[in-house]
C-alpha cells in the first residue's frame, strides 16, 4: 500500500503537471480544479472505480460524471493515465478544432465521458438519472442467481453545480427515492469564480444533505487515504444516497493563487515554470514518469480482469434467461420495432377528444411494444395522461416501475432522462405543462446536443388551455422549443396525427423529441386517411385536403388550429388547399422533391394559422403570405373564448385569404 500510495501521489502531481502544460499551450481553460482535485483523481481513478479502459461502455462500469465541466482538463488527464483511448497528443490538442478533449467534456467526443456538462449543475441531474437507471437495470434484470448489475454512479461537483437549482431539485429527489448507489463529491475549495465563495453561500452543506435524507461525510480531499475510506465507506453503506464533502485547495500546486478565486481560471499558468519544478516535475511538458505508466498499466489489467470476471457472469445469466438477454441487447442497441404504428387501433372517425387524451390511449400499446420505454410527469398525471397503465410507480419498493413521479422538479426531471438516455438502456419519458417547458428548457437543449432520444409529452399547448390565464398560456413556447437545434417539435392536430407524432418520436434515436398537446378536444380529421395522417407527421408536413380546382391558395396549420383552416377551405373554394405542418423540423429533412409537393414554389398565396407567436411561420408563407398567430400573452376566460377573442378561427383565415393581392 505504501508504494501504490506514492505512485498515486506522483501521479497525482503528474496529472496536475498535464493541465498546467494544456491550459498554459492554449491559453484557456481552467487550473483550479484539476490542480485541487488531483488526489481525488488519482484515488478514483486508479483504485476505487470499477471501469475498464479497453471498453469504456463496460455494462457494470461505475458511472463517473464531472459534473463541474470547467475542469475538463481533469477528465482527460485521468482518462488518459488510466489507459483510455485518449493519447497524449490529443491531450495536448486541448480545446483545439477536432480533438477529442473539447473545452467542456461532450459525450459522444472522448471515450469515457458519461455526460456532456459545463452548464453549471445538469452533471449532478444526469448522475441521478444514471443512478435511476442502473436501481431500473438491477430490477428488471438482475435475477435471484445472478446479480449482473450493481455499479455505482459518482458525480464530482464544485459550489457552483451545488448552488443551481437544478442540482437541489435532483439531491432532493435522490434523497427520496433512496438512491443508495450514488456517490457525490463535493469539492469544497471555498472558491467560485468570481470571489470566494463566502461572498454568496454560507449555508451548512453537511445539513441540507442531512435533512434531505443523504449520508454525509467530510475529509481533506488531498488526503489519498482518508478519501478512499470515505469513499468505500460511501460504497457500502444502503439505504440513503452518499455526500462526501471533500475539502480541497483550488489551484494546489500554484502557490501565487492557490486558495483563491485566480485559481479558478487559467490566472495560474503564468507561473507554471516554477510550480512544476517545486512538483518536481521534469522540463519535459506533458511529461508521464515511467513508473506512473507501469502503475496504470497494471492497474488496467487488473481492472480487465474484474471485467471478465462480471463477464463469466453476465454469460451465464444470459444462458438461463434468454428472453431477459434479447431485451437489454435490443436496450443497449437502441432498437425499435419497425411496425410500431401497426400496435395503435385507429381511432372511431367521429372521435373528438384532446390530443393530450388521444396520447393516453396511443401510449398504452406502444409501452407494451417497447418494455424498457419508461415515463414521468412533474406531478402532473392527472392532467398530462401519460400514466402507463400496465406498469405502476417506480419507488424504493418497485425499482422496476416505469411511471416515475418526478415531482414539481420540471428541470432535474429532464437532467434525469439524460441520464437515464446517457446509460442508453431505457427510453426515457417525461411530461408537464407546455407552459413549464422554459423551467426545463436548459436540460432539453443538451439534450439536443448530446444526440440523446428523450420524449417530452407537453400538454396544455396553446391559450386554449382556457381559465388559468395568461400564466398557463404558453404563446412563445412552441416557436421557442422550434429554434433549438435537433430538437424535432411535433404538434398534432388530430388522434391519428398524435398517433403518428409518438411512433415517429420513438423511431427516433438520435435525437429529442417533444409531443405539443391540446388540453381541449379536437375533431378526428378524416379528410385523409388515418394512415396518410399517422404518416404526413412523419414527413412534417403533408396535405390533409387537397384541392380539387387548379391550386390558387395554400393554408397552412398545426395542432388545433388545423380545423379552422379546413372550415375556411371549405368556404374559399376548389382551389385552397389545407397543409398540416405539425413538424417545421421534420419536414424540413425531407427531399427537396416532397417539399416541393407539399408547398409548391410557384403558389405564394398562403395563410398560415397557430395559436402562438407567429414569426417561424413567415418561414413558410413567404413575404407574400399572411401569419395569423398570437403575439401577446393571453387571457384568463374560457378556452373557446379567449381562442377566438385572439383571433383563432376561420373566419379570420378567410379574411386573410381575401386580403391577400
Ligand atoms: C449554469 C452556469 N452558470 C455559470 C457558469 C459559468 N461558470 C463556470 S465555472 C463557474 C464557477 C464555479 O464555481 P465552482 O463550482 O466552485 O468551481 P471552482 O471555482 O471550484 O473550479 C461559473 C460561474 C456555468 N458554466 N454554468
Not at 54 to 62: G, I, Y
Not at 115 to 127: D, E, R, V, W
Request: with cysteine; aromatic share 8%.
Amino acid at each position: 500500500m505504501h508504494s501504490k500510495l506514492q505512485v498515486l501521489g506522483r501521479a497525482a502531481n503528474e496529472a496536475r503537471g498535464l493541465a498546467m502544460d494544456a491550459v498554459h499551450k492554449c491559453s484557456s481553460g481552467h487550473l483550479g480544479l484539476p490542480l485541487g482535485c488531483a488526489e481525488i483523481g488519482a484515488a478514483l481513478f486508479g483504485h476505487l472505480l470499477q471501469y475498464d479502459p479497453a471498453h469504456p461502455k463496460w455494462l457494470n462500469r461505475d458511472r463517473f460524471i464531472l459534473s463541474a465541466g470547467h475542469g475538463s482538463m481533469f477528465i482527460y488527464s485521468w482518462l488518459h493515465l488510466a489507459g483510455y483511448d485518449l493519447s497524449l497528443e490529443e491531450v495536448s490538442n486541448f480545446r483545439v478544432l477536432h480533438s477529442k478533449t473539447p473545452g467542456h467534456p461532450e459525450f459522444n467526443e472522448t471515450p469515457g465521458v458519461e455526460a456532456t456538462t459545463g452548464p453549471l449543475g445538469q452533471g449532478i441531474s444526469n448522475a441521478v438519472g444514471y443512478a435511476v437507471s442502473a436501481k431500473m437495470a438491477a430490477a428488471r434484470f438482475n435475477t435471484v442467481e445472478h446479480a449482473i448489475f450493481d455499479q455505482h454512479v459518482v458525480v464530482l461537483a464544485g459550489d457552483g453545480c451545488m448552488q443551481e437549482g437544478v442540482a437541489q431539485e435532483a439531491v432532493a429527489f435522490a434523497g427520496h427515492a433512496r438512491l443508495d448507489n450514488l456517490i457525490l463529491i463535493y469539492d469544497a475549495n471555498d472558491v467560485t469564480l468570481d470571489a470566494m465563495a463566502c461572498v454568496s453561500q454560507n449555508e451548512d452543506t453537511a445539513m441540507r444533505f442531512e435533512a434531505l435524507k443523504w449520508d454525509v461525510q467530510t475529509v481533506n480531499g488531498h488526503d489519498l487515504v482518508a478519501f478512499a475510506a470515505a469513499f468505500q465507506t460511501a460504497k457500502a453503506a444502503t439505504g440513503k444516497p452518499q455526500l462526501i464533502i471533500a475539502r480541497t485547495i483550488i489551484g494546489k500546486g500554484i502557490p501565487e493563487v492557490a486558495g483563491t478565486a485566480k485559481a479558478h481560471g487559467e490566472g495560474g499558468a503564468k507561473f507554471i515554470d516554477a510550480a512544476r519544478k517545486a512538483l518536481g516535475l521534469p522540463g519535459e511538458h506533458f511529461y508521464v514518469s515511467p513508473d506512473t505508466r507501469e502503475f496504470f498499466a497494471c492497474h488496467k489489467q487488473h481492472l480487465a480482469s474484474a471485467h471478465q470476471h462480471w463477464t463469466a457472469r453476465f454469460e451465464t445469466w444470459r444462458t438461463a434467461n434468454p428472453e431477459l438477454a434479447a431485451l437489454l441487447d435490443s436496450g443497449v442497441k437502441n432498437e425499435v420495432p419497425a411496425d410500431l404504428l401497426a400496435n395503435i387501433p385507429e381511432f372511431p372517425v367521429d372521435a373528438k377528444i384532446a390530443t393530450r387524451k388521444a396520447a393516453s390511449d396511443v401510449l398504452q400499446p406502444l409501452a407494451a411494444a417497447m418494455p424498457l420505454l419508461v415515463g414521468g410527469s412533474a406531478d402532473l398525471y392527472g392532467s398530462t395522461l401519460n400514466y402507463i397503465a400496465a406498469s405502476k410507480d417506480w419507488t424504493p419498493e418497485n425499482y422496476g416501475g416505469r411511471n416515475i413521479r418526478f415531482g414539481i422538479r420540471e428541470h432535474a426531471m429532464a437532467g434525469i432522462m439524460n441520464g437515464i438516455a446517457y446509460d442508453g438502456i431505457f427510453r426515457p419519458s417525461g411530461a408537464t405543462f407546455l407552459v413549464f417547458a422554459d423551467y426545463a428548457r436548459p436540460s432539453i437543449r443538451i439534450a439536443a446536443l448530446a444526440n440523446l432520444p428523450t420524449f417530452y409529452i407537453f400538454t396544455h399547448d396553446s391559450v386554449g388551455v382556457g381559465e388559468d390565464g395568461p400564466t398557463h398560456q404558453p404563446v412563445e413556447t412552441v416557436s421557442g422549443l422550434r429554434v433549438i437545434p435537433n430538437l424535432d417539435v411535433i404538434r398534432p392536430a388530430d388522434p391519428e396525427e398524435t398517433a403518428g407524432a409518438f411512433a415517429a418520436a420513438m423511431q427516433r434515436t438520435n435525437g429529442p423529441t417533444v409531443a405539443i398537446l391540446s388540453r381541449q378536444a379536437v375533431p378526428n380529421l378524416t379528410f385523409a386517411s388515418a394512415q396518410a395522417r399517422r404518416e404526413g407527421v412523419a414527413r412534417g408536413a403533408y396535405v390533409l385536403v387537397k384541392e380539387t380546382a387548379p391550386l390558387e391558395t395554400i393554408l397552412l396549420a398545426s395542432g388545433s388550429e388545423v380545423q379552422h383552416a379546413v372550415a375556411a377551405a371549405k368556404e374559399l373554394g376548389a382551389g385552397t388547399r389545407v397543409v398540416s405542418m405539425p413538424s417545421m423540423e421534420r419536414f424540413e429533412r425531407q427531399s427537396a422533391e416532397y417539399r416541393e409537393q407539399v408547398l409548391p414554389g410557384s403558389v405564394r398565396r398562403r395563410v398560415a394559422i397557430e395559436a402562438g407567436v407567429s414569426d417561424l411561420w413567415h418561414r413558410w408563407v413567404g413575404l407574400d403570405g399572411q401569419v395569423i398567430g398570437i403575439d401577446r400573452f393571453g387571457i384568463s376566460a374560457p378556452g373557446g373564448k379567449v381562442m377566438e377573442l385572439l383571433g383563432m378561427t376561420a373566419a379570420n383565415v378567410v379574411a386573410a385569404v381575401r386580403s391577400l393581392k
